[in-house]
């Protein structure tokens, strides 16, 4: 007898149906859970019935798993809020003035009936003189200003973007140092916000001449 591999269904002119596969879960569902309690009360040993204690602990254990994972799908709705209420935070500094700890400026090209100021802040140690040295891309002293702290703190300076000889000096970086009774002081200098990034790392602020600039640099926004 000859065996074929005939398909009875083509044949009849029928098409065989796909076999329908259910996906697997990988999760217990509280349904599951209390599916299995059931078949273990059920088929429980007679002479050692189930203890309502061990009973009571594993609800206990379950609702404590389903409350770590309610408690995991609240901080992650809290976290997409903080985000985005940060994110509408930042772009409203657009335009406005960041204050950063740095000891280099950009001074921009003239521009008519426009101010070539550069504000400052230099932390004194204590009242008298803070001298400001003012160096260009070559190491040279253009300019030296001398402002006047009441006490210990910061005080405000400024530079027009003129040497020693009021000469307007010409657009590119310049560096800063300061002292305050002998010994160094701190310096800040504020730049225009340009525009707001958001990188795998984090939001970040692209300031005028400074380039990107986290959160944690910027000590004031004015």
């Known amino acids: 007898m000859t065996v074929t591999s ?3 269904y083509a044949q009849l002119g029928i098409a065989q149906q796909g076999i329908v ?6 999760e217990l569902g509280q349904d599951d859970f209390l599916r299995l309690m059931a078949e273990q ?3 429980q040993d007679p002479t050692k019935p189930l203890d309502s204690t061990g009973f009571l602990a594993q609800l206990a254990q379950f609702s404590t798993v389903k409350g770590i994972q309610g408690v995991n799908d609240s901080l992650l709705g809290v976290g997409a809020m903080l985000g985005e209420s ?6 409203s500094m657009v335009g406005r003035d960041a204050y950063l700890s740095t000891d280099h400026v950009t001074l921009d090209a003239p521009v008519a009936n ?8 230099a932390t004194a140690g204590a009242a008298g003189p803070v001298v400001v040295t003012i160096k260009n891309a070559a190491g040279q002293v253009v300019r030296t200003l001398t402002v006047e702290a009441t006490g210990a703190g910061d005080v405000d300076f400024s530079w ?7 000469t307007a000096l010409p657009a590119g970086e310049y560096k800063f140092s300061a002292t305050s009774g002998g010994t160094d002081a701190a310096l800040q200098f504020a730049a225009r916000i340009d525009s707001v990034s958001f990188t795998p790392q984090g939001m970040v602020l692209n300031v005028h001449g400074q380039g990107a600039v986290t959160f944690d640099r910027i000590t004031r926004i004015a």
Do not use: C, H, Y
């Not at 940060?86 to 772009?91: E, G, N």
């Open 114 to 121: 426009a101010p070539r100021e550069i504000r400052g802040v």
């Open 160 to 166: 027009d973007g003129k040497g020693d000889d009021g």
């Open 41 to 43: 009360m059920r088929n």
């Open 21 to 26: 596969t259910t996906p697997r879960r990988t």
């Open 86 to 91: 940060q994110a509408l935070q930042a772009a």
């Open 6 to 8: 005939t398909n009875p």
